[in-house]
């Protein structure tokens, strides 16, 4: 079974910057796409970026001009660059690759935006 290994999480003052990192366990050729959901403390999990086979992202609203996805070469790898963190964009953010053999998650990596 595929694993999605995510890094980069940490605690961050407000305006802050993080990047996140998304290593999947091996690569195969149907991906269609891999991207991250975030669930906030007492909140849904909710999708937040993705990037598609074809490299096009799609951004939620409120990150769309702070945020950027990118991935590797090889496939194998997304990379979140996180800027202007604010207070809300606190919480746990889990990497996601969907492909022929369906959608595989990680185990979250946990990003708080404080003073």
């Known amino acids: 079974q595929v694993q999605l290994v995510e890094s980069g999480g940490d605690l961050v003052q407000p305006g802050g910057s993080l990047k996140l990192s998304c290593t999947a366990s091996?690569?195969?050729?149907?991906?269609?796409?891999m991207g991250w959901y975030r669930q906030a403390p007492g909140k849904p999990r909710e999708w937040v970026a993705h990037?598609?086979?074809?490299?096009?992202?799609n951004y939620k609203d409120s990150v769309k001009d702070r945020f950027t996805l990118s991935r590797d070469t090889s496939k194998t790898t997304v990379y979140f660059q996180m800027n202007s963190l604010q207070p809300e964009d606190t919480g746990v953010y889990y990497c996601?690759?969907?492909?022929?053999?369906?959608?595989?998650w990680g185990q979250g990596t946990q990003v708080v935006v404080s003073c």
């Open positions: 996601y690759r969907d492909s022929s053999y369906g959608r595989n």
């Open positions: 091996e690569t195969i050729n149907k991906i269609y796409a």
């Open positions: 990037i598609t086979k074809a490299n096009r992202t």
